[in-house]
């Protein structure tokens, strides 16, 4: 089945030790998307792919980075995690921008000790 | 902007009927609606494209009013797998990309 995965499903790091997360995808969507969710809260955009066009919120952090380098496969990098920086990590993809649906990955919840 | 979901939280029995509203500040392209249960990924349930759209999906129905940048989210007969929190997510106008989510309503369904 085309689908969305993320790994690893569950990571702890230490404080500032850089952390990378990845996800894939099978579904050759054009677009993908990070989101941090923490808990209770809505799911919250850190910064998405238009293919190779990289889109940065204005509010994401610059401790947070992306790679993108191909289709199928988009990184995120923490370069000095906190305490705060624990969440869960949502990547989701979609085939365009505008009037289609996000397909999301099962989520890497990371753990800052 | 973040939209605004009505209510935070709704308890149900099983067979009863919800509404989940959701209301932006802001001109509105597009909405989505996802649930999510507790330590699981948003699973999408619709997108509404335009203006006065309706669409269902079994006993799950949405509609947009895009007049008043509004939309809602009928749950019918509920059902025990329908407990989750349920966001509705906005696209403003403009090719960017972002998805703005509102901040969720807690559904719980008991039998």
């Known amino acids: 089945d085309a689908m969305v995965i993320q790994n690893p499903r569950y990571q702890v790091t230490q404080f500032g030790k850089p952390v990378t997360l990845s996800c894939s995808q099978t579904?050759?969507?054009?677009?993908m998307y990070w989101y941090q969710q923490k808990s209770s809260q809505a799911p919250k955009l850190l910064f998405h792919?238009?293919?190779?066009?990289?889109?940065n919120e204005a509010d994401t952090p610059d401790n947070f980075q992306s790679r993108r380098p191909n289709t199928s496969f988009c990184f995120l990098d923490i370069r000095s995690p906190g305490l705060g920086d624990a969440a869960m990590y949502l990547c989701a993809t979609s085939r365009d921008r505008q009037g289609y649906e996000q397909y999301f990955g099962p989520g890497t919840r990371l753990t800052v000790t | 902007q973040q939209p605004v979901q009505s209510p935070q939280a709704v308890i149900l029995r099983e067979g009863e009927d919800a509404v989940i509203n959701c209301s932006s500040s802001?001109?509105?392209?597009?909405v989505h609606w996802y649930r999510q249960k507790h330590g699981e990924a948003p699973v999408f349930l619709m997108i509404?494209?335009?203006?006065?759209e309706q669409k269902g999906h079994e006993k799950i129905s949405a509609s947009f009013n895009e007049k008043k940048q509004q939309s809602s989210l009928y749950l019918t007969a509920s059902q025990l797998s329908y407990s989750g929190t349920y966001f509705c997510?906005?696209?403003?106008?403009?090719?960017?990309?972002?998805?703005?989510f509102g901040q969720g309503t807690t559904l719980q369904v008991k039998p």
């Open positions: 509404l494209l335009k203006g006065g």
């Open positions: 802001k001109a509105l392209y597009s």
């Open positions: 792919y238009y293919d190779k066009d990289f889109n």
């Open positions: 997510g906005t696209h403003g106008s403009g090719n960017t990309g972002k998805l703005i």
């Open positions: 579904l050759n969507h054009n677009v």
